[in-house]
């Protein structure tokens, strides 16, 4: 599909238009695009992204958004609605991670803009309060390789170095003895993940938490993913070590909203065992001549719509709603798993829940990518070694979903079998963008990234 199907159909706008267009005309437009783009992932064949699909779900959440979109969540004075949701919205987070089994310490959290954003934030908690309390001018974080890249980008925008820790080959979980070598004197903080987003593996968050306390450091959970699934996945009985903060060393869990907690794009929690680590990222001018300064974290204002409308999210599905869609996910990904071992060509790395990843030691496992590409299935690619996952979320529940996986991934098999010497069409990359890249060139990398930035370079002469 290109990149730019829109170019023939609508008006391309190379400057405002001379006088505005109707309402009526721009919505109509904007309707067209969205129903034939919410059809790709309708089917249930789309891995994550996705997480809810429920449209009377969108609807409700868009009154709710609608209500307070023109709002700055900054100016408290003018909107304490806001301090209500956003106080409520980190309470309830909390409740599920169990704060209450902190007895000496005050748990607290804010409400950043996503995963990534809680990532950042806490890196900047870390730095800052090692930097305050122990003086560390020199910071490092050991994180696993399986974590997030967000946790790298953070350390990249705050000077933090970044020491990868390795996994074990079997378990894909860290080594933690490799994460006790690694820490020193200025390490700020390690991380785990529950879980990471290429296996669906959790780390041996217990394990970390006893090096953190002995070392008198951080430990941060990577709960971005799982965070706001896996509880409820416990709570039916699934195999699932806790990693909240009941287990002791825990001291920050970043958990998307916007992912398991089926709210829109563009909240997330970053819960944090103790106030004095999130206080210590505050920033503050208070000699300013426009005004004294203060912001909460590393935003300034802030939509008050999608504050609003994750409030309204999470008190409307309550935790029943949680639990029974928590359900739903984890049958549909068990079938799915089931599908996947009945393949002896295939195999499924080390020992995941909701989300899976699987290669095959008999063929590259992106003709099995290729071919379910045709039949309209979009999977995350991975690499070292290469694997595909999937991440079972609301859409893959509806019935007859998992069964046509199970059908179209013989035929996948079949096709791989039959073209294990050709070299595959797809690759590995993040999300998906860009299918048969074959080098990870720099240069390459960037054009990439600045196509889906720079479209007006790229319309055509006189669209
Ligand atoms: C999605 C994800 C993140 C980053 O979140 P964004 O919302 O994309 O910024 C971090 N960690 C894990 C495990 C994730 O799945």
């Known amino acids: 599909m290109s990149d730019y199907p829109y ?50 779900h969108y609807a409700f959440m868009n009154e709710a958004f609608g209500r307070f979109a023109h709002v700055n969540a900054l100016q408290r004075d003018m909107c304490p609605s806001q301090t209500k949701f956003e106080g409520e919205i980190i309470a309830m ?75 074990d080959p079997e378990s894909l979980t860290v080594d933690v003895g490799w994460v006790a070598g690694a820490i020193d004197e200025n390490t700020i903080a390690i991380v785990g993940s529950a879980c990471n987003y290429g296996y669906g593996t959790i780390d041996p968050i217990g394990e970390l938490g006893q090096v953190a306390l002995s070392r008198g450091i951080g430990l941060h959970v ?43 794009k563009g909240t997330s929690v970053l819960s944090f065992r103790d106030i004095a680590l999130r206080n210590a990222q505050y920033f503050f001018l208070t000699g300013w001549s426009g005004g004294k300064y203060c912001s909460p974290g590393m935003e300034g204002s802030r939509s008050g719509g999608l504050i609003a409308a994750t409030w309204a999210a999470m008190v409307s599905i309550g935790h029943d709603g949680y639990l029974g869609y928590a ?33 095959s030691d008999e063929f590259d496992i992106y003709h099995v990518n290729d071919s379910m590409r045709q039949r309209g299935w979009r999977f995350n690619g991975q690499q070292y070694p290469n694997a595909l996952h999937m991440a079972v979320t609301r859409p893959q529940t509806q019935p007859g979903v998992a069964e046509s996986f199970a059908t179209d991934l013989a035929e996948a098999v079949d096709y791989a079998k039959k073209h294990a010497a050709d070299a595959p069409a797809s690759g590995a990359i993040y999300g998906g963008v860009a299918g048969g890249m074959t080098d990870e060139a720099d240069d390459f990398i ?18």
């Open 7 to 56: 170019t023939d159909r609508f008006i391309v706008n190379r400057a405002l238009p001379a006088s505005g267009r109707p309402r009526a005309d721009v919505l109509a437009e904007m309707n067209a695009m969205a129903t034939e783009e919410d059809a790709f992932w309708e089917t249930g064949r789309c891995s994550g992204t996705m997480y809810c699909g429920d449209h009377e």
């Open 327 to 359: 359900r739903a996910i984890f049958e549909t990904s068990a079938a799915m798993q089931d599908a996947v071992r009945s393949h002896p060509e295939l195999r499924i790395l080390g020992k995941p829940t909701f989300l899976f990843s699987f290669t």
């Open 446 to 463: 960037r054009s990439v990234m600045a196509g889906m930035m720079d479209a007006q370079s790229s319309l055509p002469e006189g669209a």
């Open 93 to 167: 987070t909390l409740d599920l991670f169990h704060a209450d089994a902190v007895t000496d310490a005050t748990p607290v959290g804010i409400v950043t803009t996503g995963g990534t954003g809680s990532i950042l934030h806490a890196v900047l908690a870390y730095r800052e309060h090692a930097g305050q309390t122990r003086g560390v001018v020199h910071p490092n974080l050991v994180k696993p390789e399986t974590a997030h890249p967000a946790f790298d980008k953070a350390c990249h925008l705050f000077g933090v170095e970044v020491r990868n820790a390795p996994v």
């Open 222 to 264: 990577d709960g971005c993913l799982g965070g706001f699934l896996l509880p409820f996945g416990e709570e039916l009985g699934y195999d699932i070590e806790p990693f909240d903060f009941r287990v002791p060393g825990v001291t920050s869990i970043s958990a998307d909203t916007h992912k398991y907690g089926y709210a829109f």
